[in-house]
């Protein structure tokens, strides 16, 4: 119960690397921003960054490709590339959500 309530008070940092305002990047930010509000209700610091202003900064990520989420906190390290849209793949990888067993999926 004790692990429940420590996960209950995490404090995700993420950062969301887009490219202007084109319909992607409109589309991960948006998309980013109700996981957050639905899943991490207060609990998390989202800052969007546009490379195309700063360049530099998306160069000491080591961005490639845009959108780009990084979970900064809690650790490990995360990156996300895409509009944000797969929600579940999302919550998986924020640790927000567990896979469900691979033999509920079997036939």
């Known amino acids: 119960m004790v692990a ?14 887009v490219t202007g305002s084109t319909p992607h990047s409109t589309r991960a930010i948006s998309n980013i921003r109700k996981i957050c509000e639905e899943h991490l209700d207060g609990r998390y610091d989202l800052e ?31 990156r996300f590339i895409g509009d944000m849209s797969q929600t579940q793949r999302i919550l998986l990888g924020l640790d ?12």
């Open 4 to 17: 429940a309530a420590a996960h209950a008070a995490t404090r995700y940092v993420l950062r969301l690397y």
């Open 48 to 78: 969007v960054i546009d490379i195309s202003q700063y360049p530099s900064l998306a160069k000491g990520e080591q961005i490639i490709a845009a959108p780009t989420l990084i979970r900064k906190l809690p650790l490990p390290l995360r």
């Open 96 to 107: 927000l959500r567990k896979a469900e067993s691979s033999s509920a999926k079997l036939p």
